[in-house]
């Protein structure tokens, strides 16, 4: 239901379902939040990578269990599925999405939730869940601050599929891949670029970006001073001076 790779720093989390599309019940998105907190706190991981199994990312929520799902607590699915953004947001981890196929309904949110993306340019995006009057809930504050009003909102409201090529126009995939062969070579280097980087130094980057969004600039600018202060008075910036072969000072 959900694979786990450890390799080189890189943690490939597989939304294992593909006769049901990828989508998730109960079971599976609260794996996958459990997972997700899990390796966060695992110091060897260095990167949190999803995908879904076969040629599809995930469809959403499996409306063929819904019944059952809520039959036993109304809920425990909302309650599972927002862990699972809380803890992709709270993480000193980055998160990439590798997207084939369609990413719709709770599958565009959870792609939109990773720090980063990595598509085929054949992946088809979309709030499909408006398609049935119900509103993309978790998704739509998630765009809200990563793409214009405009655009965030017709993305949420529509219900139509996005092709990739358009999100990536808009910013909100970081690369396109004309095939699988391509998506793999491509989420390697990414992966492997992220996973070689001090991890200290990711998550402070990490930290100081998803603080700043919020913040005037003025603000954002001063915190970005206290932290070089703080680093420099700790050693940090000769420390990576002596690692990269540069002079100190």
Same mark, same amino acid.
């Given at each position: ?17 593909? @006769? ?18 899990? @390796? ?51 993480? =000193?981890?980055? =998160? ?25 340019? =054949? ?36 219900? @139509? ?25 491509? @989420? ?55 690692? =990269? ?5």
């Amino acid at each position: 239901m959900l694979d786990i790779d450890r390799r080189d720093g890189a943690v490939t989390l597989l939304l294992n379902r593909p @006769e049901r599309k990828n989508a998730f019940d109960l079971a599976l998105t609260r794996r996958l939040a459990d997972t997700l907190e899990q @390796e966060s706190r695992d110091p060897a991981c260095r990167v949190l990578v999803i995908k879904g199994a076969g040629d599809i990312f995930s469809a959403g929520r499996d409306l063929r269990s819904a019944g059952d799902d809520l039959k036993d607590d109304a809920f425990a699915v909302d309650d599972a599925w927002v862990r699972v953004f809380h803890a992709l947001h709270r993480s =000193s981890v980055p =998160s990439v999405a590798v997207v084939r196929g369609w990413a719709v309904a709770g599958g565009f949110t959870l792609a939109m939730g990773c720090d980063f993306v990595l598509a085929e340019r =054949s992946a088809q995006f979309g709030a499909f869940e408006m398609r049935h009057g119900f509103p993309a809930s978790v998704c739509t504050p998630i765009l809200s601050r990563l793409v214009g009003p405009r655009l965030g909102l017709e993305f949420a409201m529509f219900g @139509e599929a996005i092709p990739a090529e358009r999100l990536f126009a808009a910013g909100l995939i970081n690369r396109l891949a004309e095939d699988a062969a391509a998506l793999a070579a491509i @989420e390697a280097d990414f992966v492997g670029k992220l996973a070689a980087l001090d991890p200290r130094a990711v998550k402070l980057t990490r930290d100081t970006f998803r603080a700043a969004e919020t913040m005037p600039l003025d603000n954002a600018l001063d915190m970005g001073r206290q932290l070089n202060q703080m680093l420099a008075a700790l050693g940090r910036f000769q420390a990576a001076g002596a690692k =990269s072969g540069k002079p100190k000072g």
